[in-house]
């Protein structure tokens, strides 16, 4: 009875081709309460997003067939509201001001730590950790 009170697991979308980085991410996001999704190429992250509710979007620049970048038109063509957080080892201000005219909220350079990715993520998630 009580398990209706608590609140819903956010859903983050987990973006990246490489398996390991989704991994770990997705390991990291459950242990914060979250519900991690995968998706291991951008196609895949926008058939999810045709079918499901998601919280925030977490999408890797550098992908084979659909790159980051095409991946996050169509995100934002379809949700023009939900938050999307780029990755990339190739950050610079000139990539971060280009995501951010396709519509990218954040952005997080890789490697990336637990404390790097809180900072990030959580302010897109405020009832995750209230």
């Not at 956010?10 to 989704?22: A, E, G, K, S, W």
């Amino acid at each position: 009875m009580a398990s209706r009170f608590l609140k819903p697991k956010r859903r983050i979308l987990v973006v990246d081709d490489d398996v390991d980085i989704r991994e770990f991410l997705c390991d990291l996001l459950a242990s914060w309460n979250c519900l991690p999704i995968p998706a291991a190429s951008g196609c895949e992250a926008i058939r999810i997003l045709q079918q499901r509710s998601i919280d925030v979007v977490m999408l890797d620049l550098a992908m084979p067939i659909m790159d980051g970048a095409e991946t996050l038109r169509e995100i934002k063509r379809l949700a023009p509201d939900l938050p999307v957080i780029m990755m990339s080892a190739l950050i610079t201000s000139e990539l971060w001001r280009y995501f951010s005219e396709l519509g990218a909220q954040s952005c997080v350079a890789k490697p990336m730590n637990r404390e790097r990715l809180a900072a990030t993520l959580l302010p897109y998630l405020p009832e995750a950790h209230a």
